[in-house]
């Protein structure tokens, strides 16, 4: 089999997922008492109508590429990130207070902050990485409960030292950053902005890392068989630390991106509320941390949210129609990795490698 048929056979587990996503879809739209084709039409139309709403998927889509990019570089290292939430919070409260505080021409303050939200997220997931390597805590608790610690302690920050006092509302917030700081947008009018460029690029660089070096064939051998990778001389403690850096350090540049490129702040609990982090992951998840397939998952799932918006506005049937979707998706992926979980089962598998 040629390698564009190995990758389009790789690609089936999703396509699969998502037809039986769009199934599900349509029954949920006929209990709804609304139209399976008026509502699909919509819903394309919301995320492809116009150049403009082109644009807005692009623009949604730029994190969660990002962090699937994150997820995918330790999924395909045999370990499970979950702390994308946390370690966005960091990447983007850090480019924040760079942009407001560093001096210097607005194009260097916005490379730096870029720059501290990567070392932010990947400093704050290589703790968990040490966490497990030092001390055996389970990585897929620790990046979990980490999430918690890393937004709590953003909001504590801009509830109260880094407020911004200068507005009458109670938000709690950094100031707005200068707009020479800003990421500039890609076309006049349109929020789609070089976040997406760099996002891509994250793309093609991971999958040039993981399939032509070195590295990343130690990588994927140590996600394949950890034991086999590390008889053949694999150095699993440094490869994780590296890996979790650089998978918190995407996450971290996600944050920042959208600081940079569509807040020009950083807003508590903005991050969550847009369920980036968690939609990132499923991306990653879906494509089985195929840097390609899963920036391809991320965005669908951009285009599945931009969307939902356009059936609500147009028809009778209710914005989650997109949720419906995405559940299914989820349950697909809860079962397939549950049925490799119980396979490895006999292995012993006690610390945060992928399963």
Not at 28 to 48: D, H, N, P, R
Not at 146 to 153: D, G, P, R, V, W
Not at 205 to 211: G, T
Not at 229 to 244: H, N
Request: charged share 10%.
């Amino acid at each position: 089999m040629n390698k564009i048929g190995a990758w389009l056979l790789s690609l089936r587990g999703p396509l699969v997922a998502i037809i039986i996503g769009l199934l599900a879809g349509s029954i949920a739209i006929l209990v709804a008492g609304g139209s399976i084709a008026e509502t699909y039409t919509e819903m394309w139309k919301g995320a492809f109508g116009s150049f403009y709403f082109f644009t807005s998927t692009l623009s949604r889509a730029t994190p969660l590429i990002l962090v699937a990019m994150g997820s995918a570089v330790a999924f395909r290292s045999g370990f499970f990130n979950l702390g994308a939430e946390g370690q966005m919070a960091f990447g983007g409260l850090s480019a924040a207070l760079i942009g407001l505080h560093v001096p210097g021409p607005g194009w260097f303050v916005c490379i730096v902050a870029m720059l501290g939200g990567i070392v932010a997220g990947g400093l704050w997931s290589a703790m968990a990485g040490y966490f497990d390597v030092r001390f055996r805590v389970n990585l897929l608790i620790t990046t979990m409960l980490l999430n918690y610690i890393a937004s709590l302690f953003a909001g504590y920050l801009v509830t109260y030292p880094f407020k911004d006092k200068t507005g009458a509302g109670a938000m709690a917030q950094t100031q707005m950053l200068e707009h020479a700081v800003w990421l500039p947008k890609l076309f006049k009018g349109m929020t789609v902005h070089a976040g997406f460029i760099i996002a891509i690029a994250a793309v093609v660089i991971l999958y040039v890392y993981l399939a032509r070096s070195v590295k990343g064939y130690e990588a994927r051998m140590l996600g394949g068989n950890p034991l086999f990778a590390v008889y053949g001389g694999v150095r699993r403690t440094s490869l994780m630390l590296t890996t979790m850096f650089a998978s918190g350090g995407l996450a971290g540049l996600a944050g920042a991106a959208e600081v940079l490129g569509s807040q020009y702040r950083y807003i508590d609990g903005s991050f969550a509320s847009a369920d980036y982090a968690w939609t990132g992951i499923m991306a990653a998840l879906l494509a089985n941390g195929n840097p390609i397939g899963s920036a391809v998952g991320a965005f669908f799932l951009a285009a599945l949210q931009t969307g939902g918006m356009g059936v609500e506005l147009n028809t009778d049937v209710p914005l989650e129609i997109g949720s419906v979707i995405q559940a299914v998706l989820i349950l697909f992926i809860t079962v397939k990795f549950s049925w490799r979980f119980m396979r490895r089962k006999k292995g012993a598998i006690v610390d945060g490698s992928a399963v």
